[in-house]
């Protein structure tokens, strides 16, 4: 059973740092893109990041280019977001997911909440 | 970057037949596939995908979930609604990126 569960969240101060991670479990890893897309609270979906399989192929939305970083430990299973000089608008629910047709499985999430 | 447009919403009897739109500003087809794929949400759960490219049940989805349409019009459609179908559903495109976008979601009612 595929499983991606995620961590790292919690309530941070606007401009602070924070980094989530996503562990798998269930499928190979290695042979799959991976990506972390948000959800504001009543709002829809938004994709963030992509990292390729190999880490050969990083992209970003334009809203967290520069204060955003997708990285992955193949070896460890985890897809990690790092996230600096956070603001009120990136407070939302971060889902990671894999990706082979589509956005194939999800995480359960884990809430991201940036306030002074 | 390619908008896709979904009505709010959708208000739908039991065992009837739901239809639900997706708009987008550029073609998503390419070589004869179409880039879009269809995620339920239902209140508290993640995502989950349905349909990809364009009409191809994912794993474990009912065959009453049923995808359509090429270009820039596609239909998710529910045939019957079972009371389980209550969510909000989403389309999303990967024909162009970055970004993968999304339509902002239709959330289906029950009438």
């Known amino acids: 059973e595929v499983q991606l569960v995620e961590s790292g969240g919690g309530l941070v101060q606007p401009g602070r740092s924070l980094k989530l991670s996503c562990l798998a479990s269930g499928f190979t890893f290695s042979n799959y893109g991976m990506n972390w897309i948000r959800q504001a609270p009543g709002k829809g979906l938004e994709w963030v990041a992509s990292i390729s399989s190999s880490s050969s192929y990083i992209y970003y939305a334009d809203t967290v280019k520069g204060r955003f970083t997708i990285s992955r430990d193949n070896a460890k299973n985890t897809l990690y977001l790092q996230m600096t000089s956070l603001r009120s608008e990136d407070t939302a629910l971060y889902y990671c997911g894999s990706s082979y047709m589509a956005f194939d499985y999800w995480g359960q999430g884990v809430m991201v909440t940036v306030s002074s | 970057d390619i908008v896709l447009t979904q009505s709010p919403a959708l208000a739908v009897s039991l065992e009837q037949r739901a239809t639900i739109s997706c708009k987008t500003s550029?073609?998503?087809?390419?070589?004869?596939?179409?880039?879009m794929h269809w995620y339920q949400q239902k209140p508290g759960q993640q995502p989950k995908l349905l349909i990809y490219?364009?009409?191809n049940l994912a794993s474990g989805i009912p065959a009453r979930f049923s995808g359509s349409g090429s270009g820039t019009d596609f239909t998710l459609t529910i045939d019957p609604v079972e009371a389980d179908d209550i969510a909000t559903y989403y389309c999303q495109q990967s024909k162009d990126y970055p970004p993968w976008t999304f339509g902002g979601g239709t959330k289906l009612e029950l009438k």
């Open positions: 490219e364009g009409s």
């Open positions: 550029q073609n998503v087809d390419n070589y004869g596939i179409s880039y």
